[in-house]
């Protein structure tokens, strides 16, 4: 099964950037904008900050001045994050730092003096044991904690087909695969998230923020759905002979206008 070359990982980041922006749930944002410091630039903390589209969508919504600081294992996407002038909702300077650094290792005192802690399409990424901890630092810090987009593992594909819900289970699946000794929570992660920050006593508000895919984002779709499939059939190869045809018929449906894909995120605010 060939579904082409998958985009680079800075390529996908911005290419998904506008569908992230229109999923992201603002009620959450007018609860962080009103327990804000009311003097004093405020600091902000975003983890896993790719090419800095977190950066982007909420520094504008949010009053100034702000010093931001990027956090990311790859400092070429921490290059791309800083390449852009970003200010804030009132016209105030946002200034930019970046920490090239593994964030399963950041502990409170990285975060002192923080207003929000952020992160988007993150705690999919991490297990059971690193959400604890970085869950821990930003409890023990006392900073509020915006954490968007992260996958629920629920997919719905129009017109419906009957392979989509073994792909999906295919696709589970592969994100909770364990790599080099890790177990990924996959989409098992907001619920890992939210039952941590309860252990640590802070409440948290979750909100729907999903994809809503259609003739207008066919390149989207088209890319996602090439990545879905090609994990799903890493992860089961007897997939990959009726998934040739299936992968024909559903990028000739997104190139024609005619694939809607709702792919269903959670946003949680914790401590806000």
């Known amino acids: 099964m060939s579904t082409d070359v998958l985009l680079s990982f800075a390529a996908w ?29 405020i600091v902000l903390h975003d983890l896993g900050s790719g090419t800095g589209s977190m950066l982007r969508w909420l520094a504008p919504r949010l009053p100034g001045p702000q010093h931001w600081i990027l956090y990311d294992r790859d400092p070429e996407l921490l290059a791309h994050a800083t390449a852009e002038t970003v200010t804030s909702a009132d016209g105030a300077p946002v200034s930019v730092a970046t920490r090239c ?15 929000l802690v952020t992160a988007s399409a993150l705690l999919d990424m991490f297990t059971a044991e690193e959400v604890e901890r970085v869950v821990a630092a930003c409890a023990a810090a006392d900073a509020p904690t915006l954490l968007m987009i992260s996958v629920t593992g629920r997919v719905r594909l129009t017109p419906a087909h009957p392979l989509d819900a073994q792909v999906e289970a295919a696709f589970n699946e592969h994100q909770r695969r364990t790599v080099d000794g890790r177990r990924l929570l996959g989409p098992d992660a907001v619920d890992a998230t939210v039952a941590a920050f309860a252990r640590h006593g802070v409440a948290v508000q979750t909100w729907a923020s999903p994809w809503r895919l259609g003739a207008a984002q066919g390149e989207l779709a088209a890319e996602w759905f090439r990545g879905w499939l090609a994990a799903a059939c890493e992860q089961r190869p007897e997939l990959a002979v009726p998934a040739a045809g299936y992968a024909r018929r559903r990028l000739a449906d997104a190139a024609a206008g005619r694939l809607g894909v709702v792919v269903e995120h959670l946003d949680l605010l914790a401590g806000g």
């Open 13 to 41: 980041l911005r290419l998904r950037e506008a569908a992230d922006a229109a999923a992201r749930a603002d009620g959450l944002v007018e609860v962080v904008r009103r327990r804000l410091p009311a003097a004093g630039p």
């Open 101 to 115: 650094t593994d964030l399963t290792r950041l502990t409170a005192a990285d975060f002192a003096g923080a207003a």
